[in-house]
């Protein structure tokens, strides 16, 4: 026989199941046709809207169905025009001869809405029903004072409404009922959907949260009833791949004649089509059992004592209902017993070698998941035959690396409710609490699930893209601990850092959640990170990127981690309130009772070297580029990668910067000297050693500095460093070569070893159409794998860079330089300022590189002066602002120059500089539309009038700074579209260009800007 190849695991995409377009016909209202005696009795005596609630709230339904009344044709035709009935029951009394007329009128006014009937009576009725109601009856049921029937009537008919969109196209599985006894269908059938609803019941525990929960009971199995042999057949050829199994009776019609084999021949059928296909014959006649089990089917005989019990063990049994039971042929018993899926998982690795083989031959696997509405990993195992494999061992290993994809790929694109007793390696993203998820936190759920919906996970061979594991606590631990040590108002008195972090540390956290916290970190091998997720973070229109705290812990035995894991959430709540955020809060118009955080507990990406951890590459990429160099074109965007933990990408290091359509054509690389001057000279990796960490308000309290000549013994560099030859003034790839190691990645960029610029092409195009908007990313990638291994990338942050909502401005005709105080042809921004009268620079002839934090502080005095009075300024210096190198410019945060509106970077004679390109300084200068200039006018690059800013009046000036105040405000334009920028002296005046209104609908930008 031939063999089929087995699925690849490694690239297999598992296809999602639309559990929200399944059951998309319901029942809601259900109008009862009969007299008013009848309907008091179902009301009064029968309860039926209590007892229909009852079971619905028992069963976990939702929605529930109201009833309304009529008792006559005409009303219930009345009504039906001015209400929405989805369901019509009429009372059949075999004495009225009105009941079938009036079914028949309300078929013919409604011919779409289904009507049930139902009787005292059976078997007369079924017969004189024959005759007359010529299809207008959907269903005759019997009656016998049970609400459980009205129950099995509604989902019935739901089954029978959504079978050929739920069974046939999304491929929910059912069970086939032949039956034509009114009384036995009518028993039968609450049975059945008893068992159905409590199995699904069960098998919610698969859901990874409430709502996967609920959508997983829109697939529980489907009943079909057919009441004569070319309907079961007909149902039979049209859904026979999804069915569970047949249950028939043996005596009924077959081509318009009552057939007393009709159920044997169907039997019969069956078997032609699979051999193991599971057929239960019920029978009123018990020497029908003989022929049934002859014929390899399973007999039931319908007067036994115990038929309700039969059947349900029957279902539970041959339709893999409930506990799967592993069963070994050569012991003849029960080896395991499973409730779930984690449970079948653990079994698979120790059951016997028989067993395995025993039931992959009856396709039992796929059955019980099927059952389970576990579709896409059934599936999997439906494509395989017991054949395709060499031994049992085979199927053992296919069948476990088969659960650990499904599950991988199950929890992708999903927020899960953190479950302490049921939290394992496969949950990609979880929550604690019920409350926000922070601004951080939305933005990996979101990236979580766009992976997924756009199959990236696994589109490059060997490698994976996802979001590390991701544990959130929401904004209720926040609220929580605030509230039940009574902090707000210690916190909104105080300003000083050190005395709000000992005061929170000084708090134990909620017990519940460290419970959590360490449920997650016994199955976390790796370092984690401590991020903030504020709900004021990264929105679209006032991101705070920076502003609160994020740190980074070894991993240690499980009690010393708690305690730092519990000290670190702690910190970062605490920076909720540290002095920076509460300047930040003012300037964007915020308390600090919106400051609600919520805490990232998540996985570092990357390995441990020596006594240090850190990844192959950090990088932060943008769809827009704002400094094209070359060919590379604004849209095509810009990445910054770098050797180590990201903190010298956000702190504007030297890192490497690079188009992903334009790898090879690197500025920085384009000389031996410039690749050996403007590449990374040191990296940041993780301190392992836990007593490293200390409870700080700084962050970098663990964080190791270390050289490139340091990295080389670690091993690292092999995979992103080349060696520059002294001797021949040249660059060679890779590190096998005598000379100095530079960060190159060349490897990468030139030699194709990873796909990075391909996979960020498509990562950038696919971000910023999902959030309609130019966007930041930051990722990180692991390449020193064990092999077989897939290379991980590591997807970490997410955030908008705001578009400017200006007009395009253009700087005049007749432009003049002599009419400007600075002239820039790389600036930033876009728009026309003309409320700015406060001018600010650091004076040239004093500035010194060490005195750098000095001026910062200075900076920071003058900064809080504008902030107070809500004025903003134009603040000019040299070197790069924001740097957290203190030789290449000034080490300022945001909050230090949160007022100014225009931030200029100069260069000196000795002290050149290029545009900075600090992520989360950048983020902020974008998304408050700050005007950002750099000018090197000793190389002719920009113009700075020096001597005229000199000669006017300082109303403030110390050793570094001088601040101007003009009477008048200036006139500042930034062409968005050439990069060029202008800042006019006092007086200056634009000539108003009278364009058309078609001209300016010209010059602005197209729709969304990209």
Same mark, same amino acid.
């Given at each position: 026989?031939?063999?089929?190849?087995?699925?690849?695991?490694?690239?297999?995409?598992?296809?999602?199941?639309?559990?929200?377009?399944?059951?998309?016909?319901?029942?809601?209202?259900?109008?009862?046709?009969?007299?008013?005696?009848?309907?008091?009795?179902?009301?009064?005596?029968?309860?039926?809207?209590?007892?229909?609630?009852?079971?619905?709230?028992?069963?976990?339904?939702?929605?529930?169905?109201?009833?309304?009344?009529?008792?006559?044709?005409?009303?219930?035709?009345?009504?039906?025009?001015?209400?929405?009935?989805?369901?019509?029951?009429?009372?059949?009394?075999?004495?009225?001869?009105?009941?079938?007329?009036?079914?028949?009128?309300?078929?013919?006014?409604?011919?779409?809405?289904?009507?049930?009937?139902?009787?005292?009576?059976?078997?007369?009725?079924?017969?004189?029903?024959?005759?007359?109601?010529?299809?207008?009856?959907?269903?005759?049921?019997?009656?016998?004072?049970?609400?459980?029937?009205?129950?099995?009537?509604?989902?019935?008919?739901?089954?029978?409404?959504?079978?050929?969109?739920?069974?046939?196209?999304?491929?929910?599985?059912?069970?086939?009922?032949?039956?034509?006894?009114?009384?036995?269908?009518?028993?039968?059938?609450?049975?059945?959907?008893?068992?159905?609803?409590?199995?699904?019941?069960?098998?919610?525990?698969?859901?990874?949260?409430?709502?996967?929960?609920?959508?997983?009971?829109?697939?529980?199995?489907?009943?079909?009833?057919?009441?004569?042999?070319?309907?079961?057949?007909?149902?039979?050829?049209?859904?026979?791949?999804?069915?569970?199994?047949?249950?028939?009776?043996?005596?009924?019609?077959?081509?318009?004649?009552?057939?007393?084999?009709?159920?044997?021949?169907?039997?019969?059928?069956?078997?032609?089509?699979?051999?193991?296909?599971?057929?239960?014959?019920?029978?009123?006649? /018990?020497?029908?059992?003989?022929? +049934? !089990?002859?014929? =390899? @089917?399973?007999? &039931?005989?319908?007067?036994?004592?115990? *038929?309700?019990?039969?059947?349900?063990?029957?279902?539970?049994?041959?339709?893999?209902?409930?506990?799967?039971?592993?069963?070994?042929?050569?012991?003849?018993?029960?080896?395991?017993?499973?409730?779930?899926?984690?449970?079948?998982?653990?079994?698979?690795?120790?059951?016997?070698?028989?067993?395995?083989?025993?039931?992959?031959?009856?396709?039992?696997?796929?059955?019980?998941?099927?059952?389970?509405?576990?579709?896409?990993?059934?599936?999997?195992?439906?494509?395989?035959?017991?054949?395709?494999?060499?031994?049992?061992?085979?199927?053992?290993?296919?069948?476990?690396?088969?659960?650990?994809?499904?599950?991988?790929?199950?929890?992708?694109?999903?927020?899960?409710?953190?479950?302490?007793?049921?939290?394992?390696?496969?949950?990609?993203? /979880?929550?604690?609490?019920?409350? +926000? !998820?922070?601004? =951080? @936190?939305?933005? &990996?759920?979101?990236?979580?699930?766009? *992976?997924?919906?756009?199959?990236?996970?696994?589109?490059?061979?060997?490698?994976?893209?996802?979001?590390?594991?991701?544990?959130?606590?929401?904004?209720?631990?926040?609220?929580?601990?605030?509230?039940?040590?009574?902090?707000?108002?210690?916190?909104?008195?105080?300003?000083?850092?050190?005395?709000?972090?000992?005061?929170?540390?000084?708090?134990?956290?909620?017990?519940?959640?460290?419970?959590?916290?360490?449920?997650?970190?016994?199955?976390?091998?790796?370092?984690?990170?401590?991020?903030?997720?504020?709900?004021?973070?990264?929105?679209?229109?006032?991101?705070?990127?920076?502003?609160?705290?994020?740190?980074?812990?070894?991993?240690?035995?499980?009690?010393?981690?708690?305690?730092?894991?519990?000290?670190?959430?702690?910190?970062?709540?605490?920076?909720?309130?540290?002095?920076?955020?509460?300047?930040?809060?003012?300037?964007?118009?915020?308390?600090?009772?919106?400051?609600?955080?919520?805490?990232?507990?998540?996985?570092?990406?990357?390995?441990?070297?020596?006594?240090?951890?850190?990844?192959?590459?950090?990088?932060?990429?943008?769809?827009?580029?704002?400094?094209?160099?070359?060919?590379?074109?604004?849209?095509?965007?810009?990445?910054?990668?770098?050797?180590?933990?990201?903190?010298?990408?956000?702190?504007?290091?030297?890192?490497?910067?690079?188009?992903?359509?334009?790898?090879?054509?690197?500025?920085?690389?384009?000389?031996?000297?410039?690749?050996?001057?403007?590449?990374?000279?040191?990296?940041?990796?993780?301190?392992?050693?836990?007593?490293?960490?200390?409870?700080?308000?700084?962050?970098?309290?663990?964080?190791?500095?270390?050289?490139?000549?340091?990295?080389?013994?670690?091993?690292?560099?092999?995979?992103?460093?080349?060696?520059?030859?002294?001797?021949?003034?040249?660059?060679?790839?890779?590190?096998?070569?005598?000379?100095?190691?530079?960060?190159?990645?060349?490897?990468?960029?030139?030699?194709?070893?990873?796909?990075?610029?391909?996979?960020?092409?498509?990562?950038?195009?696919?971000?910023?159409?999902?959030?309609?908007?130019?966007?930041?990313?930051?990722?990180?990638?692991?390449?020193?794998?064990?092999?077989?291994?897939?290379?991980?990338?590591?997807?970490?942050?997410?955030?908008?860079?705001?578009?400017?909502?200006?007009?395009?401005?253009?700087?005049?005709?007749?432009?003049?330089?002599?009419?400007?105080?600075?002239?820039?042809?790389?600036?930033?921004?876009?728009?026309?300022?003309?409320?700015?009268?406060?001018?600010?620079?650091?004076?040239?002839?004093?500035?010194?590189?060490?005195?750098?934090?000095?001026?910062?502080?200075?900076?920071?005095?003058?900064?809080?002066?504008?902030?107070?009075?809500?004025?903003?300024?134009?603040?000019?210096?040299?070197?790069?602002?924001?740097?957290?190198?203190?030789?290449?410019?000034?080490?300022?945060?945001?909050?230090?120059?949160?007022?100014?509106?225009?931030?200029?970077?100069?260069?000196?004679?000795?002290?050149?500089?290029?545009?900075?390109?600090?992520?989360?300084?950048?983020?902020?200068?974008?998304?408050?539309?700050?005007?950002?200039?750099?000018?090197?006018?000793?190389?002719?690059?920009?113009?700075?009038?020096?001597?005229?800013?000199?000669?006017?009046?300082?109303?403030?000036?110390?050793?570094?700074?001088?601040?101007?105040?003009?009477?008048?405000?200036?006139?500042?334009?930034?062409?968005?579209?050439?990069?060029?920028?202008?800042?006019?002296?006092?007086?200056?005046?634009?000539?108003?260009?009278?364009?058309?209104?078609?001209?300016?609908?010209?010059?602005?930008?197209?729709?969304?800007?990209?």
């Amino acid at each position: 026989m031939n063999k089929n190849p087995i699925p690849d695991l490694k690239s297999y995409q598992f296809e999602e199941v639309a559990f929200d377009k399944l059951m998309q016909n319901r029942i809601h209202k259900i109008l009862i046709v009969c007299s008013n005696y009848d309907y008091y009795m179902l009301e009064e005596d029968g309860r039926i809207d209590e007892q229909i609630f009852n079971e619905y709230t028992a069963l976990n339904l939702r929605y529930p169905p109201s009833f309304a009344h009529a008792n006559s044709a005409k009303r219930a035709i009345r009504m039906m025009q001015n209400q929405n009935i989805d369901l019509v029951i009429t009372w059949l009394d075999i004495g009225n001869a009105k009941t079938v007329e009036t079914s028949k009128l309300i078929k013919e006014v409604f011919p779409n809405i289904p009507i049930a009937a139902i009787s005292h009576y059976s078997t007369q009725l079924r017969e004189r029903l024959n005759k007359e109601s010529s299809g207008a009856i959907d269903y005759v049921f019997h009656w016998n004072g049970n609400a459980d029937i009205i129950l099995a009537i509604i989902k019935l008919t739901e089954d029978r409404m959504n079978a050929e969109n739920d069974i046939e196209h999304i491929g929910v599985k059912a069970i086939l009922l032949v039956e034509d006894s009114l009384k036995f269908y009518s028993k039968y059938l609450p049975i059945f959907y008893k068992v159905l609803l409590n199995q699904t019941t069960a098998f919610m525990s698969e859901g990874l949260n409430e709502h996967r929960r609920m959508m997983l009971m829109r697939g529980r199995p489907k009943i079909l009833l057919a009441t004569n042999y070319e309907e079961g057949l007909s149902l039979f050829k049209k859904y026979k791949n999804n069915l569970l199994g047949v249950i028939s009776d043996v005596s009924y019609f077959r081509g318009g004649k009552r057939d007393p084999k009709a159920g044997f021949k169907f039997l019969k059928y069956v078997r032609g089509f699979k051999r193991y296909f599971p057929f239960l014959i019920q029978s009123s006649d /018990s020497n029908n059992e003989k022929l +049934a !089990l002859k014929l =390899k @089917g399973k007999f &039931l005989y319908k007067h036994t004592d115990a *038929l309700e019990e039969e059947i349900k063990n029957y279902i539970n049994h041959y339709f893999l209902f409930g506990d799967f039971e592993f069963w070994d042929p050569v012991q003849k018993k029960v080896i395991a017993t499973v409730k779930d899926l984690s449970a079948f998982q653990k079994a698979l690795a120790t059951v016997t070698p028989e067993a395995i083989v025993y039931h992959a031959e009856r396709s039992q696997y796929s059955k019980w998941l099927k059952s389970r509405a576990l579709f896409p990993l059934a599936n999997l195992f439906s494509k395989v035959e017991l054949n395709d494999f060499e031994d049992p061992e085979q199927i053992r290993d296919f069948l476990i690396r088969a659960i650990k994809a499904y599950k991988s790929f199950r929890a992708r694109g999903i927020i899960s409710k953190f479950d302490k007793n049921r939290y394992d390696e496969y949950l990609g993203f /979880s929550r604690i609490g019920d409350g +926000a !998820l922070g601004g =951080k @936190g939305r933005g &990996l759920a979101f990236i979580d699930s766009f *992976l997924k919906r756009h199959t990236l996970n696994k589109k490059y061979k060997d490698v994976n893209i996802s979001i590390p594991r991701t544990v959130v606590l929401s904004t209720e631990v926040f609220d929580e601990f605030i509230e039940k040590h009574k902090l707000i108002h210690f916190v909104a008195k105080c300003n000083n850092d050190d005395e709000i972090l000992e005061k929170f540390i000084s708090k134990p956290l909620p017990k519940w959640v460290l419970e959590d916290i360490e449920a997650f970190l016994k199955v976390t091998k790796s370092p984690i990170a401590i991020r903030s997720s504020s709900v004021l973070e990264d929105s679209h229109y006032q991101p705070f990127a920076g502003i609160f705290s994020t740190y980074m812990l070894p991993n240690t035995e499980i009690t010393k981690m708690v305690e730092m894991v519990s000290n670190a959430i702690k910190s970062v709540m605490a920076s909720s309130f540290f002095i920076n955020s509460k300047v930040y809060l003012k300037a964007t118009s915020h308390t600090i009772e919106e400051a609600k955080m919520a805490v990232i507990l998540q996985e570092v990406t990357g390995k441990q070297y020596a006594d240090v951890y850190y990844p192959n590459i950090s990088g932060v990429a943008r769809s827009i580029n704002f400094y094209p160099i070359g060919n590379e074109k604004p849209n095509e965007g810009i990445a910054n990668i770098a050797l180590g933990l990201g903190e010298i990408i956000v702190g504007g290091g030297k890192t490497l910067r690079f188009s992903p359509y334009h790898p090879k054509k690197v500025l920085q690389l384009s000389s031996p000297g410039s690749t050996q001057r403007d590449t990374q000279q040191y990296l940041y990796g993780l301190d392992m050693n836990p007593e490293s960490y200390k409870v700080s308000t700084s962050e970098a309290i663990n964080k190791k500095k270390i050289s490139i000549r340091r990295a080389e013994k670690h091993g690292s560099l092999k995979f992103v460093a080349s060696t520059y030859d002294l001797q021949n003034n040249v660059i060679r790839p890779g590190v096998l070569h005598d000379g100095i190691r530079v960060i190159t990645f060349d490897n990468i960029l030139k030699y194709n070893t990873f796909p990075l610029p391909e996979i960020l092409q498509d990562l950038l195009r696919i971000s910023q159409r999902e959030m309609r908007n130019p966007i930041e990313m930051e990722f990180a990638i692991n390449l020193d794998v064990p092999k077989g291994t897939p290379k991980e990338f590591s997807f970490l942050q997410i955030r908008p860079i705001v578009e400017t909502n200006e007009s395009m401005t253009k700087l005049p005709d007749d432009f003049n330089k002599k009419d400007t105080i600075i002239y820039s042809e790389s600036a930033l921004g876009n728009g026309k300022y003309d409320y700015i009268y406060d001018f600010v620079y650091v004076k040239p002839e004093t500035f010194n590189p060490a005195n750098t934090r000095e001026i910062a502080t200075a900076v920071e005095q003058i900064n809080k002066k504008f902030a107070e009075n809500q004025k903003q300024y134009i603040l000019v210096g040299p070197g790069r602002w924001g740097s957290s190198d203190p030789w290449l410019g000034i080490p300022v945060i945001w909050p230090q120059i949160s007022a100014a509106k225009v931030i200029v970077e100069s260069g000196l004679n000795n002290f050149r500089i290029d545009p900075s390109q600090g992520t989360h300084f950048f983020q902020n200068l974008t998304s408050f539309k700050v005007g950002y200039l750099t000018i090197n006018p000793f190389i002719n690059d920009g113009f700075f009038d020096l001597e005229y800013l000199n000669k006017q009046e300082a109303v403030y000036e110390d050793a570094y700074l001088r601040h101007i105040k003009f009477k008048e405000p200036l006139c500042i334009i930034i062409e968005g579209k050439s990069n060029k920028a202008a800042i006019y002296k006092e007086g200056f005046k634009l000539k108003v260009n009278q364009e058309s209104l078609e001209e300016s609908i010209d010059e602005l930008p197209p729709d969304g800007f990209m």
